[in-house]
Each structure stands twice: as C-alpha cells, then as structure tokens.
C-alpha cells in the first residue's frame, strides 16, 4: 500500500513516491544540464584553440614558403619570374 500525504493548500493526496520522483527528476535534469554545458563549452574552447593553433601553423608554412621562393638562386629562372610578377 502506497504511502500518501495530504497537501496543506489543495487537500490532494499525493503519493511520496510520486512527489520523491518529481524532485529527484528535476534535481537530475538540472544536473544533467549542468554537466552538459560544462562539456560543450570545453569542447567549443578545444576547437578554438585547435583552430588557432592550425592557423598559426598556415602563416608558419606560408611565411616558410614566401622565403623559400623569393630567396634569389643564381641560376633560377622561376625567381625571375616570380620577381617580376610581385
């Protein structure tokens, strides 16, 4: 036999069962929440720095590149080119 209770402004009675799921339902769900906001905003922070850190290395590359080809070689005709294109 279910235990119940009498509600002191509507006269209802209510299960304690069914009042006990209501709040450990909602504490729960808060938690729940809780943890999953933490998780998306971790994940959103490693994807920015991932993106910063893969940007950083482009400009590392296309500073790398920009050397490699305007550096002058003595007998480089794609130099030459280049140079009179820039």
Known sequence: MPTTIT???????????EAI???LETKV??????K???????????QADAIKAKEQ???QTKQQLKLSIFTP???????LKLKTIT
């Open 21 to 23: 799921r209501a709040e």
């Open 57 to 59: 290395e482009l400009e």
């Open 73 to 79: 070689k003595s007998t480089s005709l794609e130099y």
């Open 29 to 34: 769900l808060a938690e729940t929440q809780t």
């Open 7 to 17: 509600c002191n402004q509507c006269q209802n009675q209510i299960e304690i069962t």
């Open 36 to 46: 999953h906001q933490q998780e998306i905003t971790l994940l959103k922070q490693k």
